[in-house]
């Protein structure tokens, strides 16, 4: 747990920085191997980064959307670098929106694109159990088990570093620099990715302390990530009987 | 051709048997890792993370009247941690006391904790008066409450709901007026 380095006056909150160094990671790697994937490493550069920007303003204007009358004792507060005035979901359909356009404008293969930002999805998979690890959050269950570490006043389950073990094993297996027989067929590659990732984490959820439950009990991540596990199987089915 | 078709159908058959097996798997699985309602994070260990109950401590305020966190429960309180040589802490003070006194009248309270241990008491008497701070103000002389927190930068906030429980933590600020806003809104929809 080291939610924050302090460097001189200056404090640096290292589950950021984690995720900063593992977007740098991810990019370079996909950007790497993207040829592999006749995608041209620009091209991606310039979605990736179309896409950020997109994110960023969408999620602020949404917040001031949906709380305008925060907004109105100092209206300056709109350009607050707070992380705190954005909206996730706004961020997810500035990203959807602006890489749909990007996409359609540049005429880009959408699964060949998915398939050369598989590296970089992994490797943040990895990042963000790292940014975990440092802030204490996705923290396990209560456990006597010999490996539990002591966190938020109790012995838990490592959850983070499961995490961390369960991606990269992902990240290895999927490693693009290999010959991989699916390569060929576009999209299932980035599909198998991502069925393995909500295997992983269905499976892994099992194991954490901050669940949120629904019906009775039952951990809302293990049911969202059995949906996506269902939906990629039933698509690479589809994607391997048309070859 | 027929060949190659059948090999097709066979190919897709044991996909459509190996998906349903991994789904089977799956649903078996969430099944037996079902819990109780309200057995995961439920707040019942003070802890200084969302979702734990907020730890308690005891400390002297300026007037060298005591304060107790506890003594605070039912009303939404924003916990933060400051000192007065911190940039950051001197920008968001403003908006914390026009915040504060918007809301006061409906519940809402601010316990600011003074990092006096890396600050002056005298330094910290002249910051009350430059900013006009109306809300009640503890001094952490020897570090206990901050190590309590684990408190690694300042400023860093914690709001707290009406039942004791961290909703939120800001490591760092300043925090904006609408941030403020927005939080101490939340929490009092909440009760």
């Known amino acids: ?243 | 051709l027929r060949e190659i078709g059948q090999v097709k159908i066979n190919r897709f058959l044991q996909w459509r048997i190996f998906t349903w097996l991994i789904l089977l798997l799956a649903g078996f699985w969430i099944w037996i890792s079902a819990v109780k309602p309200g057995s995961t994070t439920n707040g019942l260990i003070p802890a200084p993370r969302p979702g734990f109950l907020a730890p308690d401590f005891h400390s002297l305020d300026i007037n060298n009247l005591p304060v107790t966190l506890s003594e605070m429960k039912g009303r939404p309180v924003l916990l933060n941690f400051w000192a007065s040589w911190c940039s950051p802490c001197k920008a968001e003070m403003p908006a914390m006391q026009r915040v504060y006194a918007d809301f006061e009248n409906q519940g809402f309270i601010i316990l600011a904790v003074n990092a006096t241990q890396q600050d002056n008491v005298e330094d910290v008497v002249a910051f009350i008066h430059e900013y006009q701070l109306s809300f009640p103000i503890v001094f952490d002389t020897d570090g206990t409450v901050s190590r309590l927190y684990a408190v690694n930068a300042l400023p860093t906030s914690f709001f707290i709901d009406a039942d004791g429980i961290i909703r939120e933590v800001i490591v760092g600020g300043p925090m904006s007026e609408a941030l403020l806003r927005v939080r101490v809104e939340q929490l009092l929809e909440s009760e």
């Open chain 1, 1 to 243: 747990l080291l939610p924050v380095i302090s460097i001189g006056a200056l404090a640096v909150p290292v589950p950021a920085l984690v995720l900063i160094l593992g977007t740098w990671i991810g990019v370079s790697i996909a950007e790497r191997y993207s040829k592999k994937f006749s995608i041209h490493p620009g091209r991606l550069d310039s979605l990736l980064i179309t896409s950020f920007i997109a994110g960023v303003i969408m999620a602020r204007l949404v917040y001031i959307a949906r709380y305008p009358d925060a907004f109105l004792p100092n209206p300056a507060s709109i350009f607050s670098f707070n992380p705190g005035l954005l909206d996730r979901w706004g961020a997810v359909a500035g990203v959807i929106i602006s890489s749909t356009i990007y996409i359609q404008r540049y005429k880009l293969p959408l699964w060949r694109i998915l398939d050369t930002l598989t590296p970089f999805f992994a490797i943040m998979a990895i990042s963000i159990g790292f940014s975990q690890l440092a802030s204490g959050d996705a923290f396990g269950q209560v456990t006597d088990l010999p490996w539990a570490i002591e966190l938020w006043g109790a012995r838990r389950h490592p959850t983070q570093l499961y995490g961390i073990f369960g991606a990269s094993a992902i990240l290895w297996t999927l490693w693009p620099g290999r010959k991989l027989i699916f390569h060929s067929n576009p999209g299932v590659y980035f599909l198998i990715w991502l069925a393995s990732s909500a295997g992983t984490r269905l499976f892994l959820e099992a194991f954490r302390g901050d669940s949120v439950l629904v019906l009775g009990g039952f951990r809302s991540a293990q049911i969202i990530a059995w949906l996506i596990l269902g939906l990629c199987l039933w698509v690479i089915g589809k994607k391997l009987s048309s070859v």
